[in-house]
């Protein structure tokens, strides 16, 4: 069974930056789907490689099948972790419904850690954050924004309704973001 820990929030609310952190200093292995997604599409011999970037430069969801089974093969990977940091997944009801369907029965789901952050700040940080994306620029911001707004916020919703959402302002310094998601963490794995 593996621990997971489901990490959301829009484009540039901070879930790579602090998933770093809590994979060095809590023991969770960080899986960012769109990093794998990105991985994938680099892959000599991918039959995904032009559809991945498709969806990445048009800020759309790649379908499940591919994303669920490319987060899969790293847990696979790494089956002696104390848990798993799944950052940018599940983004809509395509993703959630092809989890349950192919992860049901091999997962605990603790708790779903929600980044929240105006989107104003959100989309000036990707501006400015030089890894040299594909998805870094006003066209693709703007379309990435509208997918979270339409279709990665009301998952949250669903999530929150059965009490799973524990939401830290990332519109602080990272330090203190850090801070209150390391008491997430400690009140999540007392019980
Ligand atoms: N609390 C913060 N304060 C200021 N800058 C931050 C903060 N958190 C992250 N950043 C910076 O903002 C940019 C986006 O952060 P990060 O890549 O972690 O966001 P993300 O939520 O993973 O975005 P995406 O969904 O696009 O992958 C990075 O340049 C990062 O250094
Ligand atoms: N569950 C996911 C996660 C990501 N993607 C694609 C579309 C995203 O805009 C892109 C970048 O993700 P990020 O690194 O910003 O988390 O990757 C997807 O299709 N499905
Ligand atoms: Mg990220």
Not at 43 to 70: D, M, W, Y
Not at 119 to 134: A, E, F, K, N, P
Not at 155 to 182: A, C, H, Q, W
């Amino acid at each position: 069974m593996y621990n997971v820990v489901f990490v959301l929030g829009p484009p540039g609310s901070g879930k790579g930056t602090i998933c770093s952190k809590i994979q060095q200093n809590l023991g969770y292995v960080h899986l960012s789907a769109g990093d794998l997604l990105r991985a994938e599409r680099e892959r000599a011999g991918s039959q995904f490689g032009a559809l991945i970037e498709n969806h990445i430069k048009n800020g759309s969801i790649v379908p499940v099948e591919i994303t669920c089974s490319l987060l899969e093969n790293a847990m696979i990977a790494s089956k002696d972790a104390n848990g798993f940091l799944i950052d940018g997944f599940p983004r809509n009801e395509d993703n959630l419904e092809g989890w349950k369907k192919q992860m049901g029965g091999k997962v605990n789901e603790q708790f779903v850690l929600f980044l929240s952050c105006p989107v104003d700040v959100c989309i000036d940080r990707c501006l400015h954050r030089g890894q040299g994306r594909t998805d870094d620029n006003v066209e693709s911001l703007k379309k990435r924004v509208e997918t979270y707004n339409q279709q990665t916020f009301p998952i949250i919703e669903l999530f929150e309704k059965v009490g799973m959402v524990r939401e830290v302002n990332s519109e602080r310094p990272v330090t203190e973001v850090y801070d209150d998601v390391v008491k997430v963490f400690a009140t999540a794995n007392q019980k």
